[in-house]
């Protein structure tokens, strides 16, 4: 049995080697395929069972061995929609596995993958090179939250943005404490001041026969495009007017305007006051009590656009008094929540793993977050055409939310090592020639058998 079971045992050498080759094959074949992870190739021997003193070397198994934990480098491109997992974690996707009237028909069965060179198709699907569909979860586009827990297969809308009205102001700004107004004179004490006898109801606005006199004794406070509900777009002009002096024996005291009408007749009203007297201490910090930290505008209109109710908020702190030495208001932050009406120019991936949508009115919206999928056995994931991969027993169910980054407008390369993959292919071959010489051997000492026969 000897010389028998040492040409089976020859045979099985050949079949393993060969069994690596084809592992080494595929490799180098795939070493430009986007996010391949090479398999490489494990032996372990095979013993019969006999005492110690009795043992011989045994046959030998080739097995596959998987190297899906080993990154691939990662590199740049110009697609904006391309992404790579920097890390652990797959892309979940999903494979149609029909076409019903122009619309694909999906298993509802997952799959993963690290190819990342997804783009959108002609009905909104991000597809990668492979044809897997991209899965992720929705986000609300006004809060910018992620809806649901169960990510599903992204198509992104071609449809219209539509416009949203303009319900806030973000303003914070810091008024000079002697504002240079065309009326002021260092030499004339309160010549900063708005002067109430000008005006017929300045507590409540400025008409348009008042208007160029308000000017004079007013600063300009910034301005700000707002929009309507359907997207008609407007400037909101503000102006501050300083009302009282503590220089001058009072308190610190200013009026917030904006302007309602840019071209008014002389009767109607052109500048309306915002009803709230903001006074300022020595330090420069506001005094109100309590501060004035935000305040509500009813029935904006500016123009004949209607507006509606306007929030304006100043936060903690965002209004102060302090010196300057241009007598200016300093505007350090003016931004409002309003947008018109946009069509979809293009899609890309960010830095947090979001699709972002670009549109015509300059908006920026996050559509979708892209869902990574861990695995507590990653290696043992079964392999799918298409560098895709199906979940089995070994490796556990997909755990979303505790993987890697993601890293946009790039591409995960092959994890194969050519010059390594050439190695074991010249320690393959040699190994496969020495299982050969067994087999010559073994038929010799045959032969030499059967010719002593004879």
């Given at each position: 049995?000897?010389?028998?079971?040492?040409?089976?045992?020859?045979?099985?050498?050949?079949?393993?080697?060969?069994?690596a080759?084809?592992?080494?094959?595929?490799?180098?074949?795939?070493?430009?395929?986007?996010?391949?992870?090479r398999?490489?190739?494990s032996?372990?021997?095979?013993?019969?069972?006999?005492q110690?003193?009795?043992?011989v070397a045994?046959?030998?198994?080739?097995?596959?061995?998987?190297?899906?934990?080993?990154?691939?480098?990662?590199?740049?491109?110009?697609?904006?929609t391309?992404?790579?997992?920097?890390?652990?974690?797959y892309?979940a996707?999903?494979?149609?596995?029909?076409?019903?009237?122009?619309?694909?028909?999906f298993?509802g069965?997952n799959?993963?993958?690290?190819?990342?060179?997804?783009?959108?198709n002609?009905?909104?699907?991000?597809v990668?090179?492979?044809?897997?569909?991209?899965?992720?979860?929705?986000?609300d586009?006004?809060?910018?939250?992620?809806?649901?827990?169960?990510?599903?297969?992204?198509?992104?809308?071609?449809?219209?943005?539509?416009?949203q009205?303009?319900?806030?102001?973000?303003?914070?700004?810091?008024?000079?404490?002697?504002p240079?107004?065309?009326?002021?004179?260092p030499?004339?004490?309160?010549?900063?001041?708005?002067?109430?006898?000008?005006?017929?109801?300045?507590?409540?606005?400025?008409t348009?026969?008042?208007?160029?006199t308000?000017?004079?004794?007013?600063?300009g406070?910034?301005?700000?495009?707002a929009?309507?509900?359907?997207?008609?777009?407007?400037?909101?002009?503000?102006?501050?007017?300083?009302?009282?002096?503590?220089?001058?024996?009072?308190?610190?005291?200013?009026?917030?305007?904006y302007?309602?009408?840019?071209?008014?007749?002389?009767?109607d009203?052109?500048?309306?006051n915002?009803?709230?007297?903001?006074?300022?201490?020595a330090?420069?910090?506001m005094t109100?009590?309590?501060?004035?930290?935000?305040?509500?505008l009813?029935?904006?209109?500016?123009?004949?656009?209607?507006?509606?109710?306007?929030?304006?908020?100043?936060?903690?702190?965002?209004?102060?008094?302090?010196?300057d030495?241009?007598?200016?208001?300093?505007?350090?932050?003016?931004q409002?929540?309003?947008?018109?009406?946009?069509?979809l120019?293009?899609?890309?991936?960010?830095?947090?793993?979001?699709?972002?949508?670009?549109?015509?009115?300059g908006?920026?919206?996050?559509?979708?977050?892209?869902?990574l999928a861990?695995?507590?056995?990653?290696?043992?994931?079964?392999?799918?055409?298409?560098g895709?991969?199906?979940?089995?027993?070994?490796?556990?169910?997909?755990?979303?939310?505790?993987?890697?980054?993601i890293?946009?407008?790039?591409?995960?390369?092959?994890?194969?090592?050519?010059?390594?993959?050439?190695t074991?292919l010249?320690?393959?071959?040699q190994?496969?020639?020495?299982?050969?010489?067994?087999?010559?051997?073994?038929?010799?000492?045959?032969?030499?058998?059967?010719?002593?026969?004879?």
């Amino acid at each position: 049995m000897g010389i028998f079971g040492a040409l089976s045992t020859a045979v099985a050498g050949m079949q393993a080697q060969s069994f690596a080759l084809q592992n080494i094959s595929g490799n180098i074949a795939n070493s430009q395929t986007v996010a391949y992870k090479r398999t490489d190739t494990s032996f372990a021997d095979m013993i019969q069972d006999a005492q110690p003193a009795r043992q011989v070397a045994g046959s030998v198994m080739a097995s596959s061995r998987g190297t899906n934990t080993v990154q691939g480098d990662i590199q740049g491109s110009s697609v904006g929609t391309f992404m790579a997992v920097n890390g652990e974690g797959y892309f979940a996707v999903m494979k149609p596995t029909s076409v019903v009237d122009n619309n694909a028909v999906f298993s509802g069965v997952n799959q993963y993958t690290r190819r990342g060179d997804f783009q959108p198709n002609k009905d909104g699907y991000l597809v990668n090179g492979a044809g897997y569909y991209l899965m992720g979860l929705k986000v609300d586009p006004a809060s910018g939250n992620v809806t649901g827990s169960v990510p599903e297969v992204m198509r992104i809308s071609n449809d219209f943005l539509e416009a949203q009205r303009t319900s806030l102001i973000d303003y914070r700004a810091n008024l000079p404490q002697v504002p240079f107004t065309k009326t002021y004179n260092p030499k004339v004490a309160n010549s900063e001041l708005l002067n109430p006898a000008d005006y017929a109801a300045i507590a409540t606005g400025v008409t348009g026969a008042e208007s160029g006199t308000f000017i004079e004794q007013s600063v300009g406070g910034g301005a700000v495009t707002a929009y309507n509900e359907t997207g008609v777009a407007v400037s909101l002009q503000l102006r501050w007017a300083k009302t009282d002096s503590a220089a001058n024996g009072g308190t610190d005291t200013w009026n917030l305007f904006y302007q309602v009408n840019t071209n008014p007749g002389a009767a109607d009203p052109a500048w309306v006051n915002v009803g709230t007297d903001f006074t300022f201490g020595a330090d420069g910090k506001m005094t109100n009590s309590p501060p004035v930290e935000s305040l509500d505008l009813t029935g904006v209109t500016v123009d004949n656009v209607v507006l509606g109710d306007v929030k304006v908020r100043f936060g903690s702190g965002g209004l102060t008094q302090y010196a300057d030495a241009n007598g200016t208001v300093q505007v350090n932050a003016i931004q409002q929540n309003g947008y018109a009406a946009g069509a979809l120019q293009s899609v890309s991936v960010n830095e947090k793993g979001r699709v972002v949508g670009s549109y015509s009115n300059g908006r920026s919206i996050d559509l979708y977050e892209v869902s990574l999928a861990n695995f507590s056995g990653p290696n043992y994931l079964k392999k799918l055409d298409g560098g895709a991969f199906e979940a089995t027993d070994g490796s556990g169910p997909p755990i979303y939310g505790n993987a890697g980054g993601i890293v946009g407008g790039s591409l995960e390369s092959s994890n194969t090592d050519i010059a390594d993959e050439f190695t074991k292919l010249i320690v393959t071959q040699q190994a496969y020639s020495a299982n050969t010489r067994v087999i010559s051997t073994s038929n010799d000492m045959v032969q030499s058998l059967l010719s002593m026969l004879r």
